[in-house]
Each structure stands twice: as structure tokens, then as C-alpha cells.
């Protein structure tokens, strides 16, 4: 499984973070929100000087572009964890 | 200390306070329900009052108390109301729907679309997330 963060910050912010934590996976960055958009997740105003940033939400994706597991949260506090995130992976073949 | 209840009290609110955002928010049993934190904000409750009964200067350990409550309050807030403050998403797609194409510049600045992705990697997690702006 390949995991993928996405979020409106500029690739160098991504990078820094990255490479400050040790984060081996791919950052993506969607400054225009096209993405966020396209997945419904904006959340409007939310964001530095009022931007739109992305709230969030995890998918699991097969090789034939469906979605096989979805998490969207209702509460900022609790996020998927990584074990339940492996645990939707092992479930798809 | 003169008034060692006051001030503990006081102290012990500040961690309750701090110790869920960098510490008890690392497992989900005290993170979806912060019951550990809300203990020891009850105690520092009893504290700060118990302080307050004794001093000699009502005031001013009034508002040490009435600070230190205010900081549950807050908290009580922020863990209730405040974190679910997200918008509806109806529109984002359900499981066995397909998912969106993008193409979007990783952290290198290179291009990269799903679709690529998913030829060569036959499970992509997809994390969307705030961001540190």
C-alpha cells in the first residue's frame, strides 16, 4: 500500500515537514484545491488569513481507481489511526 | 507555599489542559473520550475551591480560581463543540464509487497523477489532512 498526504501546502512546506519528522511517503500539494474539491473535503476559510485548506479524510484506493474504505471524521480529534488504516489495507486484495 | 491548594490547583489545570493535545491524544481509548484529562481537571476544581476557602484574601485567589475553571471550561469546549466544526462532504465518494483522477505536484515539485499512481502501486491510502500552511 502506498500512502499519499495531500493538502494545500506549497510542495517546499511539504518537503521541510518531510524531511524534519522523517516522513518517507509522498506529499502532494494542492494549493487551488482542485482535489480537495473534487473529493467534496473543502473547508472553507479554515486556513491561514482565512484560505481554504482540507479537512480531513482518508481513502483506500484499488488498482482499478475505486474507493474500497473511506474514513471521513466528525470530529477534528479523532483521525483514523495508522493500525486501522493497515488493517482496511489488508482487507483488499 | 502559603496557599499550596490554590496554586496546584491552578498548575494541575494547566496540565490537564496542555498533557491532551501533546500526550493523551496518542491512543484513542483517552483520546475519543479525554476521561483521564477530565479527572484531572475535576481535581484541580476541588483544588482551586478548597483553596479559595482558605485564604485570607478572597480576591485575588478568586481569580486564580475562576481562571483556573475557565481553562475546563475552555476545554470542555474545544473537545465538544469546536473539533466537530467540519463541513458536510456529502459529495466525497462512498465506497465502490470511483475516486476522483488529479494530477498534483509532490514535495520535489514533480507532477504526479492517481491513475499513474495506481499502475505501479496497486493499493494507494489517500490521507487528505490540514496542512501547516
Known amino acids: ?93 | 507555599m502559603k496557599n499550596w491548594r490554590l496554586w496546584s490547583g491552578f498548575v494541575l489545570s494547566i496540565v490537564a489542559f496542555i498533557s491532551y493535545f501533546t500526550f493523551f491524544n496518542r491512543w484513542p481509548i483517552t483520546r475519543d473520550i479525554p476521561w483521564v484529562n477530565f479527572i484531572l481537571f475535576v481535581v484541580a476544581t476541588v483544588l482551586l475551591i478548597a483553596g479559595v476557602r482558605r485564604s485570607q484574601r478572597k480576591i485575588w485567589s478568586g481569580i486564580v480560581a475562576f481562571l483556573g475553571i475557565a481553562i475546563f471550561a475552555f476545554f470542555v469546549f474545544a473537545v465538544t463543540v469546536a473539533t466537530k466544526w467540519l463541513p458536510p462532504s456529502h459529495g466525497a465518494p462512498h465506497v465502490g464509487q470511483k475516486a476522483p483522477d488529479f494530477t498534483l505536484l509532490d514535495s520535489n515539485g514533480k507532477s504526479v497523477t492517481l491513475s499513474e499512481l495506481l499502475a505501479s502501486s496497486p493499493r494507494v491510502l489517500l490521507v487528505f489532512y490540514r496542512g501547516y500552511w
Open chain 1, 1 to 93: 500500500m502506498r500512502p499519499v498526504a495531500i493538502s494545500v501546502d506549497a510542495p517546499q512546506v511539504s518537503e521541510n515537514l518531510r524531511r524534519k519528522v522523517g516522513y518517507t511517503f509522498m506529499f502532494l500539494s494542492d494549493p487551488n484545491t482542485e482535489a480537495i474539491r473534487s473529493y467534496d473535503l473543502l473547508h472553507k476559510g479554515e486556513g491561514e488569513n482565512g484560505h481554504d485548506i482540507a479537512r480531513p479524510a482518508e481513502f483506500l484506493i484499488d488498482k482499478s481507481g475505486t474507493v474500497r474504505w473511506a474514513n471521513l471524521t466528525e470530529d477534528l480529534r479523532i483521525r483514523a489511526r495508522p493500525e486501522q488504516m493497515l488493517a482496511a489495507a489488508r482487507e483488499v486484495r
